[in-house]
Every structure is written in C-alpha cells, then in structure tokens.
C-alpha cells in the first residue's frame, strides 16, 4: 500500500514497499538504509528529502530539496523539480534524468540514461551517456564525459580545473554556443552548433560544423586524418599538430570560412585544403 508523509521521519534500516512512498508535509525526511526499494518516491512539500543508502525504485518526483549520497535506480524516470545536493558520490540510472533546478556537491555525479539539465550544475566530477544541456556545467575536482549525444538547448558554458579534459566521445549538436574554459576539450564525434570556444582542444572528428566562428585559444591536436572545419570564421591562436609526428593530416575548409592562423604555429605535415565546392 501507499504510504503519505507528513511530518519528519529518520530510517537507518532497510525499507521496502509495494506502493508509493508520498512526503506531503514540511518536516525532513532522512534514509540512511544499505536498501531502498520502493515503487514509486514522490514529494509535494517544501522540506526536504535526504537519501543516503541505495535505492530501487519505479520512479522518483520529488519538488522540495533532495540531498543524495549513493545510487538511485530506477526503471522509470526520475524528476528533481527542487534542489539537488551531493552529500557523497552519486550514481543515478534511469530512462531520464531530470533536474529543473540547481544540483551542488564537491562529489561525482554518474548518470546513465538521458540527463535533462535545465539549471546550473557544480559538482565534483561529472560522466554522462545521453545529456541534454540548458545549463552551465562546473567540475571543481575532475573533467566532464559524455559518453552518448549532446544537444544544446541553450548557450552553455563548460568549466573544468586546468589539466581536466571535458570529453565528447559522441556528436555534439543544437542551434546554441558553447564555451570550454580552462580545461582541455576533446571531440570524438561530429560536431554542428552555433559557435564554439575552447583552450586545448583534440579533434578526433571528420567534421567541426558552427553556423558562427570557431576559436581555439590553445593547441589543436589532430588525431584524424582529414577534419573538415565549417564556420563563419575560425582562429588557431596557439599551434596546430598532429596527434602523431610526421603522419601527415589535412585539414579541409569551407570555402566560405575565414581562417586566422597568424599567431599559430602550424606542423610541417598539416596540410590546408579549401572545398570550393561547398
């Protein structure tokens, strides 16, 4: 049967249900199980939910503040309409993963599944599959993964420390700007948004598509044999190199891109090619 919250209640031991787990009131709700399994988590109050043993569940909902401390499956989706705060390393699966509102915590953040983030996100460290971005992203220990596709849903702004890498192991698209800063960037997919600024960057893409400028502000390492680059206009403002001394790249222009190239340093084996095609 469903169980309805109203008050403040502390687990340490473990829970199992075969409803729905409702809060309704104001009070602090704080699990600390080694299980959780229940159908369904949903909150409609403004208190605050706080999970710190593993979960299993059908689907969460929650609206007031939720604090997470371990992992949180689901074979539904899991919806975080309020505040998210990291109290320990936190792993969430589910078909979606949504948070409308901000997320905290100087731990890593681990979803697998879509990531919907329609809000600002500081965490420690972040790996995602699938990630929909309406939202800056900040890791103040590690890089950033995206193991699946990214889609920009508004500009964003990825920041990592210095020597972290933010990794794009997909495509990277939508009609919105992007910007890395201090870490290094690497893209392993194609790419196609509007615009796009990054320090370090590795292209082991056969294309880099912006309907804008591009601008690489620090080394550009080719580990493609052949990228095509496709932008209104596009800087190297450090060096362009090969992944591999001497194997030879080239890199192919749009005919309609500007290219600035004068203060960088270019390999002797990178090879420039303008599509007059295109």
Do not use: H, W
């Not at 729905?20 to 600390?32: D, I, K, V």
């Amino acid at each position: 049967k469903s169980i309805n919250v109203k008050g403040d209640v502390t687990s340490t031991g473990d829970i199992t249900g075969g409803g729905t787990l409702n809060f309704n009131g104001s009070g602090e709700q704080t699990f600390t199980p080694n299980n959780m399994s229940y159908p369904a988590v949903t909150t409609t109050s403004d208190g605050s939910l706080t999970i710190s043993g593993d979960l299993n569940a059908v689907s969460v909902n929650t609206t007031c503040t939720t604090y997470i401390a371990d992992s949180i499956i689901t074979t539904g989706n899991q919806t975080y309409s309020g505040a998210v705060e990291l109290n320990g390393d936190t792993s969430l699966n589910a078909p979606l993963i949504q948070f409308s509102s901000a997320v905290d915590g100087p731990y890593t953040l681990t979803t697998n599944g879509t990531l919907q983030i329609n809000n600002t996100v500081n965490v420690g460290t972040l790996a995602a599959t699938t990630a929909n971005i309406k939202g800056d992203i900040t890791t103040s220990i590690g890089g950033q993964t995206y193991s699946g596709p990214v889609t920009l849903q508004k500009n964003a702004a990825l920041t990592a420390p210095p020597g972290q890498l933010v990794k794009f192991e997909s495509t990277l698209s939508g009609a919105y700007s992007l910007q890395i800063s201090d870490a290094d960037s690497q893209f392993d997919g194609a790419v196609n948004i509007a615009s796009l600024i990054t320090a370090n960057a590795d292209i082991n893409s056969s294309s880099i598509t912006t309907t804008g400028s591009q601008v690489y502000n620090g080394a550009v390492t080719l580990s493609q044999n052949n990228t095509t680059f496709k932008g209104t206009s596009l800087t190297f403002a450090a060096s362009v190199a090969s992944s591999s001394a001497g194997s030879g790249r080239t890199i192919t222009f749009d005919r309609c891109t500007a290219v600035d190239n004068s203060s960088a340093s270019v390999s002797a084996d990178i090879s420039y090619l303008f599509d007059r095609t295109s």
